[in-house]
């Protein structure tokens, strides 16, 4: 301790340099200078990262067998239930052939909706209170800012910066993250809003419509933005589980798990190019049969007044997911 | 090796560590030890205040712009230099305080977070809310300290190793930690 007078000195300097970083970075919002030095932190730290991710990507793996081998035994439980269901079910020829021809046109329709993507590997995540993840995929592979991720199962989020070997991706998660979503099989709009770390993986919807009900089961997808940049149309993004009652509040809020396992990322896809039309629903997984027991469906709940039905908009106004600010 | 170089080698570790294999590993509550951090309080409980504020300023000006980060550049900088100052000052007490590293290391999180969510805050950062704060500081906390042993440890030896050649004139008795001002 032999100079507090230079150190102080030294902190002061430093100090009034973040602030004023902080300051700039702020201002400039999308456009300011100090993004100089993100393009260097991808140019410098990408490389660096897509090289360790392949050394630890094993002992991820193994970590992940291990902590996920209480649910992988539930897993297998119920899955040797259902191998014996299927194999009553084929023993008495209840699979007949117009189901068959049903779920298989239902699975030749999705092929993803038609969306061109490009495969990526999630390689990193981000510090703190944000859910973020860089790919290792960037503009060279034809990636550009805003557009959709997702996954095999559904939507994962969207790009917000890219680099030339990497891409940083904001999670549906994340608590900056809002998505313009659809009611299945109904026109109702709302948003996707991310809960971020403190709500665990899960997601909030919010009707636009006040009056429409909603209910636990129901299946939410994207609804698509202008342009489709951020975010395509027909993703499925998750299933209702239940639904908020705030009093006095204008528009009801449900709690939405999402189709994808967002602490498990791994292969990914960019949408490079969306499909030529709306897909609506056919994306969505086949939804469970209707044989299962149901909590008895209230006289197939019409949508209250809901002129709409017959004749879809064409038009998608965009609830256009606002970027930070 | 001087130790500049060693720092700068430990804060890259620990940040090319902490994103690629901490941040995606499934730990409960969502929530993952800092490892940056503790690499800056080891540092600054080390090397001292000086040294501590610049290897705080610099970790945190590189977890600003390393790849997956999307918030204002400079809030970490910020913080860690303070934090890194703070340690680095505390320091002369460690041969009286054998616990001081667990002290050290709670007191930075628990500033860590709350400062790092407080300049979210004036920012208007929406991640940043209350309830996301409240339920995340215990955890880090807790997870930050029961990771400290081993950064800690992996910073000393590393400065003990890289001491070892001017150990051998064998002038100094007192072990590393505590010779290392």
Redesign the interface.
């Known amino acids: 301790?032999k100079?507090?007078r230079?150190?102080r000195a030294?902190?002061g300097v430093?100090?009034l340099?973040?602030?004023?970083?902080?300051t700039v970075?702020?201002r400039g919002g999308d456009h300011?200078p100090?993004r100089v030095?993100?393009g260097?932190?991808?140019a410098i730290?990408?490389p660096?990262?897509q090289g360790?991710?392949a050394v630890?990507h094993p002992?991820?793996g193994a970590?992940?067998t291990f902590?996920g081998a209480p649910s992988a035994h539930r897993r297998i439980t119920r899955l040797e239930r259902e191998n014996q269901q299927l194999r009553r079910q084929l023993r008495t020829g209840q699979l007949d052939k117009r189901r068959a021809g049903e779920l298989e046109s239902l699975l030749g329709s999705s092929g993803l909706g038609g969306y061109r993507i490009v495969p990526a590997e999630?390689?990193?995540?981000?510090?703190?209170?944000?859910n973020?993840?860089?790919l290792d995929v960037g503009s060279r592979s034809g990636v550009q800012p805003n557009m959709t991720v997702l996954s095999g199962d559904g939507l994962v989020g969207r790009v917000?910066?890219v680099?030339p070997t990497?891409s940083?991706?904001?999670l549906a998660t994340?608590?900056?993250s809002s998505v313009g979503g659809r009611l299945e099989s109904s026109n109702e709009i709302g948003i996707v809003q991310g809960a971020?770390?403190?709500g665990?993986?899960s997601l909030k919807f919010q009707l636009l419509d006040s009056t429409v009900v909603m209910e636990p089961g129901q299946r939410i997808v994207s609804f698509g933005s202008e342009d489709d940049r951020p975010y395509v149309p027909g993703v499925p993004i998750g299933t209702i589980t239940r639904i908020e009652r705030t009093s006095g509040s204008l528009t009801r809020t449900a709690v939405v798990r999402p189709f994808v396992h967002f602490?498990?990322l791994d292969v990914v896809g960019v949408v490079v190019a969306a499909p030529k039309r709306n897909p609506r629903d056919s994306v969505l997984p086949p939804s469970p049969s209707p044989s299962t027991p149901t909590p008895t469906p209230t006289p197939s709940q019409p949508p209250p007044a809901q002129a709409g039905s017959s004749a879809p908009p064409k038009s998608r106004p965009a609830p256009s997911p606002t970027s930070?600010? | 090796m001087s130790r500049n170089v060693l720092a700068s080698i430990v804060i890259?570790a620990a940040?090319?560590?902490?994103?690629?294999?901490v941040?995606?590993?499934?730990l409960p509550g969502?929530?993952v030890p800092?490892l940056?951090l503790l690499a800056v309080v080891a540092l600054a409980l080390v090397n001292?205040?000086?040294r501590g504020?610049?290897a705080g300023?610099c970790a945190?000006?590189?977890?600003?712009?390393?790849?997956?980060?999307?918030?204002?550049?400079?809030?970490?900088?910020?913080v860690f230099?303070?934090i890194g100052?703070v340690c680095g000052?505390v320091a002369?007490e460690m041969d009286r305080a054998p616990l001081l590293p667990f002290v050290a290391v709670a007191a930075g999180a628990l500033a860590g977070?709350v400062l790092?969510?407080l300049?979210?805050a004036m920012?208007?950062?929406?991640?940043?809310?209350w309830?996301?704060?409240s339920?995340?500081l215990p955890l880090q906390v807790f997870y930050d300290i029961v990771a400290s042993p081993f950064v800690v440890w992996a910073v000393l030896r590393l400065t003990n190793r890289a001491e070892r050649p001017r150990d051998s004139a064998g002038l100094d008795p007192v072990p590393g930690f505590y010779r290392a001002?």
């Open positions: 301790m100079d507090t230079r150190t030294v902190l430093l100090l340099v973040s602030l004023a970083m902080i970075d702020y300011s100090l030095l993100r260097f932190g991808e730290f990408g660096i990262e360790a991710t630890v002992i991820a970590f992940h902590t999630v390689i990193s995540s981000g510090e703190g209170m944000e973020t993840v860089s917000t910066r680099g990497t940083t991706v904001m994340d608590a900056a971020g770390r403190h665990g993986s602490t498990s930070r600010g | 890259v940040l090319i560590l902490q994103v690629t294999v941040n995606r590993l499934p969502s929530v800092d940056v001292g205040s000086l504020l610049v300023f945190g000006l590189a977890a600003d712009i390393i790849p997956p980060a999307d918030h204002t550049i400079g809030r970490y900088a910020l230099c303070l100052y000052s002369v977070t790092y969510a300049v979210g920012l208007g950062d929406p991640r940043a809310r309830p996301v704060v339920h995340v001002r």
